[in-house]
């Protein structure tokens, strides 16, 4: 699976920002999706996840209520659509792709596009 990630730049507190991810390759579509970041000195964490089949989304407690992930099938891609952004949300965003997608680990995801970098001025 090839992902390649678009859409980071420089916000202020409580503004909006749209990350979208472009999958390809031959099975992309048994994958599940899923966006990390990972803030300067800390560990990659996860964010949220979709999977291409139902749509079903899975996010980290806390961005419930302020980021959305949603898919394009047409288009092959993913989203990350970010409300209320906070100072805290500031990281390098990574959208990555795995078979199972279960696990929130990020050493357990097998596929990975570039990061994109989110910075939230307060």
């Known amino acids: 699976v090839q992902l390649q990630a678009f859409g980071g730049g420089l916000v202020q507190a409580g503004g909006s920002l749209r990350l979208s991810c472009a999958a390809s390759g031959p099975t992309f579509r048994r994958y599940v999706m899923g966006w990390f970041r990972q803030a300067p000195g800390k560990e990659r964490e996860f964010v949220a996840a979709?999977?291409?089949?139902?749509?079903?989304?899975h996010y980290t407690d806390s961005v419930k209520g302020r980021f959305t992930m949603s898919k394009d099938n047409a288009k092959n891609t993913v989203y990350l659509e970010m409300n209320s952004l906070k100072p805290e949300d500031t990281a390098v965003y990574y959208c990555?792709?795995?078979?199972?997608?279960?696990?929130?680990?990020?050493?357990?995801?097998?596929?990975w596009g570039q990061g994109t970098q989110v910075t939230v001025s307060s």
């Open positions: 990555a792709a795995d078979p199972s997608g279960s696990d929130v680990d990020h050493r357990n995801w097998d596929s």
């Open positions: 979709i999977t291409w089949s139902g749509g079903a989304t």
